[in-house]
């Protein structure tokens, strides 16, 4: 929104010390857009959820170019620059391709998980964002408990958690941490748990419900899975009757401290 309470007074202790600021804003006019030395527009459009959807991807999307711009400007190579750009143009059209191929999906998948007070959200590298995010939007509009950990920390208190009233969505790209995720998965299986598997990868994975993504992404499949826990959020919130839009006790700007 750009008029985020906190956000406002931690931009403007850091420009009282001296220091730039830039912003990665939607909002087009809002009080950090005209406050900050400099930014970027992400235009998403107007996002009348209290929850951020779009949003959260444009800003990714946005701070991704960014750091590109730095990493030219230090010399990186132009064949390694072009992977990330390469992803970045097709990233649109694979959002919208796995949207229409898992919708009736996740929907099903739901069913089964509605009964569930609790979850847990696990990814490791850069899925573990992904995981944070993916437990925001479930515990916004569904009202169900969720919290998100990197998966090396599973050993070290979430996994006290397991029980019957949990479960457990688990990230999983095919990349050179998948045996370690796919450790995590071992571990919560072994205790009872009930795993929902959002991954990239077409081994065999063994899990009460494997939610596979064919993409041509790499780099930015966090991206695409993020998709996927965002409509398990929003057909959880619909199944349990909730105002998806307008979630409880929230606002869309905190403009209070």
């Not at 900050?36 to 779009?54: M, Q, R």
């Not at 450790?183 to 205790?191: D, K, M």
């Not at 409509?231 to 009757?241: H, N």
Request: proline share 3%.
């Amino acid at each position: 929104s750009g008029e985020t309470a906190d956000t406002l007074a931690c931009m403007r202790e850091i420009k009282r010390r001296g220091v730039r600021t830039l912003g990665v804003i939607n909002a087009v006019g809002s009080t950090i857009a005209r406050e900050v030395d400099g930014g970027v527009y992400v235009h998403a459009g107007p996002e009348i959820s209290v929850a951020s959807t779009k949003a959260f991807t444009s800003q990714v999307a946005a701070m991704t170019i960014f750091g590109l711009q730095l990493a030219q400007a230090k010399g990186v190579g132009v064949q390694v620059l072009k992977k990330y750009i390469d992803e970045l143009v097709i990233l649109p059209s694979e959002i919208e391709r796995v949207l229409e191929a898992k919708r009736d999906e996740i929907k099903g998948i739901v069913e089964r998980y509605v009964p569930y007070d609790h979850a847990l959200f696990l990814g490791r590298d850069t899925l573990f964002p992904a995981a944070l995010e993916g437990a925001l939007k479930l515990k916004e509009i569904s009202y169900i408990h969720a919290e998100g950990y990197a998966g090396g920390e599973l050993k070290h208190g979430p996994l006290a958690l397991i029980d019957d009233r949990f479960f457990e969505v688990v990230l999983v790209q095919d990349d050179w941490l998948m045996d370690k995720s796919l450790s995590n998965l071992a571990e919560v299986n072994a205790r009872g748990g009930h795993v929902i598997v959002i991954t990239s990868s077409d081994k065999d994975i063994d899990a009460e419900a494997v939610v596979r993504i064919d993409t041509k992404l790499h780099i930015l499949t966090p991206l695409v899975l993020n998709v996927v826990q965002q409509l398990f959020a929003y057909y959880m919130a619909v199944a349990k009757g909730n105002d998806v839009d307008q979630p409880r006790n929230l606002a869309k700007s905190v403009t209070v401290e």
